[in-house]
């Protein structure tokens, strides 16, 4: 049985997803444009990866569909659209809010935008500000200490080795999105986050076998999750010089719970 690469497979889809637009929906009044998204526009698209597109339309066209989304089989693959107002993409955007929403679309393909309207939209956020990227930085730096080791060590001292590894889950998505960040990259969504991280230029030293002992739980014992509470504090000393050389000052990064936070990342 002949395989085909990833690199293949994704021209495969990419051809597939120009035929479909212009067949489905660029002779549609009032659609401004399509995006392609999800793994078709990735480097790791596979044997089960589909078609995901967004179609841009006006809030007429929006409002007649009497649908949000839709899928059909083409040739053989599956196809997933989803409507969405130029408005709904702006706002998707606008304050740089959703890290993931955000590397998303720096990562989608334009099939079709006659007018240009959707490029315009996306070429606004390429890179974070500097003042944004800072505020990120500590944003996902206050909400790992909080969860892990703060929240953790509290259940591990109750001897709730559940929720302390709730809690560790939870610091390892958020420590892992700040090295993202640090890189001045956005958060790619889950499935595909630790595929992305090796192509990052820094990552603390041996991050991913670090991750695996954080979330691997073996006998559920009090010194398990008090090696696992030593691994974060390493994580955290090694983390909180990198950000305190960007730029993220050091008594906030000392005492993160004096300060407030303008979000709560999604990761």
């Not at 809010?97 to 590397?103: A, F, N, Q, S, T």
Request: contains cysteine; aromatic residues 14%.
């Amino acid at each position: 049985m002949y395989l085909v690469s990833s690199e293949e497979r994704r021209e495969l889809l990419s051809d597939a997803a120009k035929e479909f637009s212009r067949t489905k929906f660029e002779k549609l009044d009032g659609v401004l444009g399509v995006l392609m998204v999800g793994s078709a526009s990735l480097d790791y698209a596979d044997s089960l990866a589909d078609i995901d597109l967004e179609v841009v339309a006006t809030e007429s066209v929006y409002g007649k569909t009497r649908e949000i989304c839709g899928s059909q089989e083409y040739h053989g693959l599956d196809v997933c659209w989803e409507w969405v107002t130029l408005k709904e993409l702006k706002d998707a955007l606008k304050g740089w809010k959703e890290d993931i929403d955000l590397w998303v679309y720096a990562k989608s393909t334009i099939l079709y935008d006659p007018k240009h309207a959707v490029k315009r939209v996306l070429s606004k956020y390429r890179q974070y500000p500097k003042t944004i990227w800072l505020a990120k930085l500590f944003a996902y730096f206050y909400h790992a200490t909080a969860y892990a080791p703060y929240d953790s060590g509290k259940a591990i001292q109750r001897g709730d080795y559940v929720t302390a590894q709730l809690y560790l889950n939870q610091a390892m998505e958020c420590y892992t999105a700040l090295i993202f960040i640090l890189n001045g990259s956005f958060v790619p969504y889950r499935k595909w986050r630790l595929k992305e991280l090796e192509r990052l230029a820094y990552k603390p030293q041996d991050y991913e076998e670090c991750v695996r002992k954080v979330l691997t739980v073996k006998d559920w014992s009090k010194a398990e999750f008090e090696a696992k509470q030593d691994l974060v504090n390493k994580l955290i000393t090694v983390l909180s010089k990198e950000l305190s050389e960007a730029g993220v000052p050091e008594k906030k990064l000392k005492d993160p719970w004096k300060y407030k936070v303008a979000y709560t990342p999604r990761v």
